[in-house]
């Protein structure tokens, strides 16, 4: 009834084929607006606060953006920034840094917005979760952790950066269902970024932390935290850590992070933004980035996006409801 391979391609990241995908701006120079303004919707520090501030830094520093502001709206598990982002309707030069734990939260909040009401651009990247550990944690291994985890679900602690229905949240519900633990027993706890969610790790406020590992990038670097293993399919560079496969727990799970418009745009100025975004991705600066912070391009714009949206919205949902934490009307 709950098959395996089921559960592995609901976490998956439901990507879409691109290869008979053709950028509508091909290979022109282009300029954007003279400013451009990133929502954030969760507070500074965070994974999605790191990406519109990379995305920031090469926009002016190509000369594609002369002026960027990136500012966080906080509030409602990032719904919030969503119903801001609806209520801007036609606003030229605002866009909205989003991705996977939006888009779910838009189903645990009762959100009177989804994101599929927006102008898609582009979805960016995808990177794995991985499951992190202090230095003198208990837990040697990912098989370590699930063997105490399975004999008293309560004794292990999991601490995220996501609320309910975020890809910290959600990979620790779906490894629990893997492992055959309830995740009504499931202690999870949010923090409001990365930084409390490392201090609660190193105090051993927590057993074990869910997050990007780009978010914690310099902890793991520096061995100030322990990486238990990755959540993706292929192993992370530069990571001594398995996947969960390769630890013989056939779960896969991808987050994905994509960049929204206001809906009701121009068709100039959804071409403009279009193009602004392509540049981004075409950019060497940007290819820098993305090695330097080891995410995965992934990149699909405007109307594949819209389709990617669409099918991830069904998909997340059906998801949330199998483990008890979306409404259930939709």
């Keep these: 009834m709950r098959g395996t391979s089921r559960r592995a391609v609901l976490a998956a990241g439901f990507v879409l084929p691109l290869a008979a995908f053709l950028p509508l701006t091909g290979c022109l120079p282009v300029r954007g607006p003279a400013e451009l303004r990133i929502m954030v919707p969760t507070p500074p520090g965070g994974g999605y ?3 519109a501030r990379t995305i920031k830094a090469v926009l002016e520093e190509t000369g594609t953006v002369s002026e960027v502001t ?9 719904t919030a920034a ?13 866009i909205l840094q989003m991705g996977l734990g939006v888009l779910a939260n838009s189903h645990i909040e009762s959100a009177s917005h989804s ?17 992190l550990v202090p230095p003198d944690s208990p837990f040697d291994t990912i ?4 063997r105490a985890w399975r004999a008293d679900p309560s004794s292990v602690v999991i601490g995220g950066g996501s609320t309910p229905g975020g890809p910290d949240h959600m990979v620790t519900m779906l490894l629990a269902e893997e492992l055959g633990i309830d995740p009504a027993e499931v202690d999870y706890r949010t923090y409001d970024g990365g930084g ?21 990038r310099a902890a793991i670097d520096s061995g100030q935290l322990r990486v238990l293993a990755v959540t993706g399919a292929d192993p992370d560079p530069g990571t001594d850590a398995p996947t969960l496969a390769e630890a013989g727990i056939p779960l896969h799970f991808l987050n994905w992070r994509g960049l929204l418009a206001p809906p009701g745009l121009s068709a100039a100025d959804r071409e403009e933004l279009l193009a602004v975004v392509a540049t981004l991705h075409d ?23 819209a389709a990617f949206l669409a099918e991830e919205e069904e998909r997340v949902g ?6 008890g934490f979306a409404d259930g009307g939709d």
């Excluded at 990136?70 to 990032?78: D, E, I, Q, R, T």
């Excluded at 098989?143 to 699930?146: K, N, R, S, V």
């Excluded at 790790?201 to 057993?207: I, K």
Aim: no cysteine; net charge negative; charged share 25%.
């Design 283 to 305: 950019s060497p600066e940007w290819r820098a980035e993305l090695e330097r912070n080891r995410w995965t391009d992934a990149y699909l714009e405007g109307a594949e996006f």
């Design 196 to 216: 409390p969610m490392q201090a609660a790790l190193l105090s051993h406020e927590v057993s074990v932390a869910a997050a990007g590992p780009s978010e914690q």
């Design 143 to 146: 098989d370590d952790m699930a």
């Design 49 to 51: 606060d790191h990406t």
């Design 115 to 131: 994101a599929t009401e927006a102008t898609p651009l582009a979805r960016l990247i995808e990177e794995p979760e991985a499951l």
């Design 318 to 323: 059906t998801a949330l409801n199998r483990l």
């Design 70 to 78: 990136v500012f966080n709206l906080p509030g409602v598990s990032g």
């Design 82 to 94: 969503l119903a801001r982002l609806v209520y801007e309707r036609g606003t030229p030069g605002l």
